[in-house]
T-cell receptor
Framework: GNSVTQMEGPVTLSEEAFLTINCTYT??????LFWYVQYPGEGLQLLLK?????DKGSNKGFEATYRKETTSFHLEKGSVQVSDSAVYFC????????????FGKGTRLHILP | NAGVTQTPKFRVLKTGQSMTLLCAQD?????MYWYRQDPGMGLRLIHY???????AKGEVPDGYNVSRLKKQNFLLGLESAAPSQTSVYFC????????????FGQGTRLTVV
């Protein structure tokens, strides 16, 4: 079945450092890919998405590119801030498979001032 | 903008007690989901619904039941709570298949003692 694998955390970086959180997926068809963010005490909210190969999703300085050849959707940001500290989830949904959204286990990011 | 509202936000149950978690969305979404979030396990799908009157099992359905009598509401029931059901429960909704963002509630923290 479909699955999402993302790098284990926690990830600790200094402010203004470059961030990469790896995400790879397994799917039988052509999924849409998402990154969600969860701030402390809150539910998940969409950070960015891409719906087809080679699309780049971007929001709040974060980017991720849908790479079909490597089945990856890595999250990047050039200069992180303390306010980016949160848990990040990679996810997929597949149009022809009754729409279940499959999440990775989440990566906790901690940014030091 | 209410979005997705979960009640209650916190609950402590004794083993063997029953309870119902309510999820309400005001976005006229067809799809609704119940997830549980546990440390190191990410989000796991319990049950979901693709429309009023329909429900389907997710990854971890045992010990839970659901109902979708009205389009805007999705109820999660625990008939006989067990300590293994201690978790944070999230409800989500989305508009249509694949590529559509899911909107999450704030979560319900349930402790079974």
């Amino acid at each position: 079945g479909n699955s999402v694998t993302q790098m284990e955390g926690p990830v600790t970086l200094s402010e203004e450092a470059f961030l990469t959180i790896n995400c790879t997926y397994t799917a039988t068809g052509y999924p849409s890919l998402f990154w969600y963010v969860q701030y402390p005490g809150e539910g998940l909210q969409l950070l960015l998405k891409a719906t087809k190969a080679d699309d780049k999703g971007s929001n709040k300085g974060f980017e991720a590119t849908y790479r079909k050849e490597t089945t990856s959707f890595h999250l990047e940001k050039g200069s992180v801030q303390v306010s980016d500290s949160a848990v990040y989830f990679c996810a997929l949904s597949e149009r022809d498979r009754d729409d279940k959204i499959i999440f990775g286990k989440g990566t906790r990011l901690h940014i030091l001032p | 903008n209410a979005g997705v509202t979960q009640t209650p936000k916190f609950r402590v149950l004794k083993t063997g007690q029953s309870m119902t978690l309510l999820c309400a969305q005001d976005m006229n979404h067809e799809y609704m989901y119940w997830y549980r979030q546990d440390p190191g396990m990410g989000l796991r799908l319990i049950h979901y619904s693709v429309g009023e009157g329909t429900t389907a099992k997710g990854e971890v359905p045992d010990g839970y039941n659901v109902s979708r009598l009205k389009k805007q509401n999705f109820l999660l029931g625990l008939e006989s709570a067990a300590p293994s059901q201690t978790s944070v429960y999230f409800c989500a909704s989305s508009d249509r298949q694949g590529g559509t963002e899911a909107f999450f509630g704030q979560g319900t923290r349930l402790t079974v003692v």
